[in-house]
């Protein structure tokens, strides 16, 4: 598994996230800065935030609405920590038997969930390409 962990900064992540939870990005009124935005008012999105204020990367309680999404569409997510290890795995399978489709570890356990996530993401939306 290739990790993009070195090519895409955490924020252009973050944009990808944002975009597959239904954000959008727009004007902060009538000034030329952009904002990513949502019409669900219970979005953290919601009201505005800039690009660098999305936390999908350091806040459970952005990315725990992401990994219900993609269970809502069939997926199965598995967190696992390791004690002799000290690690954190992430797995995103379809329900059932099968090799997982996306998987990233990291000591850090919210960054392997968050990179997982983006995988999945990246992998879904390729799925989904209009011709």
């Avoid at 939870?21 to 505005?48: I, N």
């Avoid at 990233?104 to 799925?127: G, L, M, R, S, T």
Wanted: charge should be negative; proline fraction near 4%; glycine fraction near 6%.
């Amino acid at each position: 598994m290739e990790s993009y962990e070195n090519k895409i900064s955490i924020a252009d992540k973050n944009k990808v996230i944002a975009k597959f939870m239904g954000g959008f990005e727009r004007y902060w009124y009538d000034t030329l800065d952009k904002v990513w935005d949502s019409e669900d008012f219970k979005s953290p999105l919601a009201g505005g935030k800039h690009t660098d204020d999305l936390e999908y990367n350091s806040d459970w309680s952005w990315i725990i609405p992401v990994i219900g999404r993609i269970w809502k569409m069939g997926k199965m997510v598995n967190i696992n920590f390791f004690d002799e290890t000290k690690t954190c795995e992430c797995r995103i399978y379809n329900w059932g038997l099968g090799d997982p489709q996306q998987e990233a570890e990291d000591a850090n356990p919210i960054k392997a969930v968050h990179q997982a996530v983006y995988d999945f993401i990246i992998w879904y939306n390729q799925q989904n390409k209009q011709p």
